[in-house]
């Protein structure tokens, strides 16, 4: 599989205690993760505690952790070295591209000894929260050690569960359809918002025609997800994928499949792995049959592309592809920030205190400039909106102007199968991909083997 989740292997195995959970087609690349610290003296002044207990801790060495781009990792790095200047302590960081932080986490996991602050997606939150390895926030928000004032209780309550606050968004976000503007522009091809899936194809086609230059489809779980949602579906429920049937989940895997036989989609097997922004057939191709005229990512990632991009190619964005977009656009969490449970620093006092000063400074968020997207305290959100460049006002307008006038309710928290109907997901895609199943195949697999992996992993 091009793509995969170990996730699911890591917290199946934090519920049966052993936490030793390995993915047999997932390993980690050898220096695919990088460290660096934010290093000046530590001192001893304490924190005082949100907790029951009330003890004070010293701020010592805290390890923050992120997956991303080099954008992501430069302007992070800059904004925790202010932090740590400013208050005396040593922060060490981790960052890598996705797959790899995913490996990463587990084998921190294992040892229980997870980083203090790290990155994490809304979707796994209920995995987390049942193998115990995320603090409890509501006592921090509760003593206001943690300042939620600014930010939506829509927005909060993605990163809740039961009620309990486990995390705090660090950008909004929506799924898009990032496309090369200039070529586009060169060639006479118009895009609008909100098309369907009708007029989605019908301008693949034009652009194939037109260009040379084809469509690869990336990010299909969140592509799914985001068009299923056209058909009153949610797709991973508690226990269950969602619609009444495999028509209801199939409009992704057709409309690949429709690619394939007209011609448009790009040649999978030619590309290998793309498991990072800069390597998107977009940013990347060599020749029009091996470059993609548009990305499927999330909007804070237009950054990212456009700092990829040859020189001279302006990128943009638009919604994708729905039979119904109003139903399929929402808000989410572009990803949050979490506290975990099992350290072997076990400072979460500290740790709050940065994410606190990370969500709420305008001083930090003057450095990331809305790189993770949108920032989810209004007042923050609005105090540099002045500051950002061309790119992230593009992205800011379209969160603002063309998703939030469409979105409807976010979807609730996924089952603890996720993750491995996920990688089913993503390896009936492939084949689709390839030319090797038809899309309503695909469909129909998913459909049966996902509802068992769902109805099996809400089991245990």
């Not at 460290?35 to 505690?49: H, I, K, N, P």
């Not at 975990?340 to 969500?359: C, E, G, M, Y």
């Amino acid at each position: 599989m091009k793509r995969n989740n170990v996730l699911a292997l890591v917290l199946a195995a934090a519920v049966t205690g052993s936490l030793m959970g390995c993915s047999s087609d997932s390993k980690p690349e050898s220096g695919s993760k990088e460290t660096s610290s934010a290093s000046v003296q530590e001192t001893s002044s304490g924190q005082e505690s949100a907790a029951a207990s009330g003890d004070s801790q010293k701020a010592g060495e805290l390890i923050a952790a992120w997956w991303g781009n080099q954008t992501r990792n430069d302007r992070f790095q800059k904004m925790l070295d202010l932090y740590a200047q400013e208050n005396g302590i040593t922060i060490e960081t981790q960052m890598s591209v996705w797959d790899d932080y995913l490996v990463s986490i587990q084998a921190a996991a294992a040892s229980s000894d997870m980083p203090d602050l790290m990155m994490l997606q809304g979707a796994y939150y209920q995995e987390y929260v049942d193998s115990g390895l995320l603090t409890d926030l509501t006592p921090y928000v509760e003593s206001g050690v943690l300042d939620t004032s600014s930010i939506s209780d829509s927005i909060l309550s993605t990163t809740s569960v039961d009620g309990r606050l486990y995390g705090i968004c660090a950008g909004i976000n929506s799924i898009s359809c990032i496309y090369n503007k200039t070529l586009l522009d060169a060639n006479g091809i118009a895009v609008k918002d909100n098309m369907n899936l009708d007029e989605f194809a019908a301008l693949c086609k034009e652009v194939y025609e037109k260009t040379g230059y084809k469509t690869y489809f990336n990010y299909e779980s969140q592509l799914m997800e985001y068009m299923v949602r056209a058909n009153d579906a949610v797709l991973f429920g508690k226990d269950h994928i969602g619609g009444n049937s495999a028509e209801d989940i199939a409009d992704l895997f057709l409309l690949i499949e429709q690619g394939f036989k007209e011609g448009w989609l790009i040649d999978y097997s030619l590309l290998g792995s793309v498991s990072s922004v800069e390597e998107h057939p977009m940013v990347y191709g060599t020749s029009p049959e091996m470059s993609s005229w548009c990305a499927f990512y999330n909007s804070n990632q237009c950054a990212a592309l456009q700092n990829a991009a040859p020189e001279g190619v302006e990128l943009a964005l638009t919604t994708a592809p729905s039979k119904d977009v109003k139903k399929s656009a929402y808000l989410r969490e572009a990803m949050s920030l979490v506290v975990p449970a099992k350290t072997q620093r076990q400072n979460q006092d500290a740790a709050v205190k940065l994410l606190n000063w990370w969500i709420n400074s305008e001083e930090a968020n003057e450095i990331i400039l809305g790189e993770p997207g949108v920032p989810a305290n209004t007042e923050v959100a609005s105090q540099i909106t002045a500051l950002v460049d061309d790119t992230q006002a593009k992205v800011f307008t379209y969160i603002t102007d063309v998703v939030t006038p469409a979105a409807s309710v976010s979807n609730p928290p996924a089952g603890n199968g996720m993750a491995e109907a996920e990688n089913l997901l993503m390896e009936l895609a492939q084949y689709v991909e390839y030319g090797q199943m038809t899309g309503a195949e695909a469909a129909e697999q998913f459909f049966t083997e996902g509802n068992e992996i769902m109805a099996a992993a809400a089991s245990k």
